[in-house]
């Protein structure tokens, strides 16, 4: 797919499938970044970037923010390692692709009186190391995750869908993201997505106006 894409100018996120040097070299070729997560599908490197945040007196740059929504508080602390020496240590052999920084992604997640939960994401990635744009693709992958596919499950149990036939699973993903644009579109409703689909299925007026036949 990233063949297709003009990347130019562009910074691509990828989860954990996506950390490969094959994929990160074609980024790069493409003339653009890349933020990478890590996880344990690379465990020695995992280990090795685990390492250069616990034993670094301070991260060379940090960055802090606080979200706030129905009752959810989620602090989100993103530091980051450019040192070249440290990032020669991990890619001693130059084929990391680009890389510059590595990320450390703190996330302390606080719902109602339930006690906090935290967790710790570690990302490579092309970009220098200030800490603010790093958090910003990492926050707005998860964006997409959160805004979209999260939607669709939640509200219209895209999950649970075992049409398999021909096209239909495609056709059915369309009109749902249809549906989605259009109930979103309504600056005016008070409910959610999954109360305002029962809504135009119950008023037919309703539904129209979603429609813009009124």
Not at 138 to 162: K, P, T
Request: charge should be neutral; proline fraction near 3%; include cysteine.
């Amino acid at each position: 797919m990233l063949n297709r894409l003009d990347l130019t100018g562009q910074t691509v996120t990828i989860d954990a499938m996506g950390c490969q040097k094959e994929i990160a070299a074609q980024i790069i070729a493409g003339q653009a970044d890349y933020v990478l997560a890590l996880k344990a599908n690379h465990p020695d490197l995992l280990e090795d970037v685990t390492d250069c945040f616990t034993m670094a007196t301070t991260p060379d740059h940090a960055k802090c923010t606080v979200d706030k929504n129905h009752g959810r508080r989620e602090v989100r602390i993103c530091e980051t390692i450019s040192d070249p020496a440290v990032i020669t240590w991990l890619d001693p052999e130059g084929q990391g692709a680009g890389l510059r920084s590595i990320a450390r992604v703190t996330a302390t997640r606080t719902v109602g009186d339930q006690p906090a939960t935290t967790s710790i994401r570690y990302y490579l990635t092309s970009l220098p190391g200030a800490a603010k744009p790093i958090a910003e693709a990492v926050r707005s992958h998860w964006g997409i995750e959160n805004g979209l596919h999260w939607v669709l499950d939640m509200a219209f149990r895209e999950d649970e869908c075992r049409a398999r036939v021909g096209h239909s699973a495609e056709n059915l993903a369309v009109l749902r993201k249809l549906a989605l644009t259009l109930i979103r579109q309504d600056r005016t409703r008070k409910v959610g997505i999954k109360a305002s689909r029962m809504q135009a299925a119950w008023d037919t007026g309703y539904l129209l106006r979603l429609l813009g036949a009124t």
